[in-house]
Structure formats: structure tokens, C-alpha cells
């Protein structure tokens, strides 16, 4: 009885283990995912700045990013209830791996 026990707290330790590695996965990319524009803007607005460095040329004269990281960033409530829910799933499965590795 114990050893059935057993493995049966080994196979919830790997499992457990393997749908935290998938959900932290998920959370991070979608999580980056909504940050990619604004990167993106202002990564180019910065190649702009170097290449009037190189050229010698006045960096007044770069037209600035439309894109600001002043602008009030609002996500859809549909967003924030998946990605709750992602994080909710994230936290559950860090506590069964905790609790199965405490128990084993």
C-alpha cells in the first residue's frame, strides 16, 4: 500500500512538474507578447539616433517614435481574465509540486 502510494506521488511530482514548465512558458510569451510594438519603435527610433551619430548629424532632427512609454496601456478585460487564469494554473501547479515534493 505504501509503495502504490508512493508511485503515485511520483507520478503527480512529473506531472505536476511538466504542466509547470508549460504554463510558465505560456504566461511568459504572452505576457512579451503584448510589450513587442512599443519595443519595436522605440528600438528603431534608437538605430535613427546612431545613424545621425555616425553621420555627424544633429539628433534633433530624428523624428520622435509614435509610439511613447507614456501612452496609458489598457488591456481588454477578456486579456486580463486569461491571463489571471493562466497565473491562477501557474500558482496551483508550483503548490502541488511543493506539496508532493514535501510529501515524498
Given at each position: 500500500?505504501?509503495?502504490?502510494?508512493?508511485?503515485?506521488?511520483?507520478?503527480?511530482?512529473?506531472?505536476?512538474?511538466?504542466?509547470?514548465v508549460v504554463t510558465a512558458?505560456?504566461?511568459?510569451?504572452?505576457?512579451c507578447r503584448r510589450t513587442t510594438p512599443?519595443?519595436?519603435?522605440?528600438?528603431?527610433?534608437?538605430?535613427?539616433?546612431?545613424?545621425?551619430?555616425?553621420?555627424?548629424?544633429?539628433?534633433?532632427?530624428?523624428?520622435?517614435?509614435?509610439?511613447?512609454?507614456?501612452?496609458?496601456?489598457?488591456?481588454?478585460?477578456?486579456?486580463?481574465?486569461?491571463?489571471?487564469?493562466?497565473?491562477?494554473?501557474?500558482?496551483?501547479?508550483?503548490?502541488?509540486?511543493?506539496?508532493?515534493?514535501?510529501?515524498?
Open positions: 500500500m505504501v509503495d502504490e502510494s508512493q508511485e503515485n506521488v511520483d507520478v503527480l511530482l512529473v506531472f505536476a512538474g511538466l504542466f509547470l512558458t505560456f504566461c511568459r510569451t504572452e505576457t512599443l519595443l519595436a519603435s522605440l528600438l528603431f527610433e534608437l538605430v535613427l539616433v546612431q545613424r545621425a551619430i555616425a553621420n555627424d548629424a544633429s539628433v534633433d532632427t530624428i523624428p520622435s517614435s509614435p509610439l511613447s512609454s507614456n501612452i496609458a496601456f489598457v488591456p481588454a478585460t477578456t486579456d486580463v481574465w486569461v491571463n489571471g487564469l493562466w497565473f491562477t494554473s501557474l500558482f496551483l501547479s508550483l503548490t502541488t509540486t511543493l506539496v508532493t515534493v514535501v510529501t515524498k
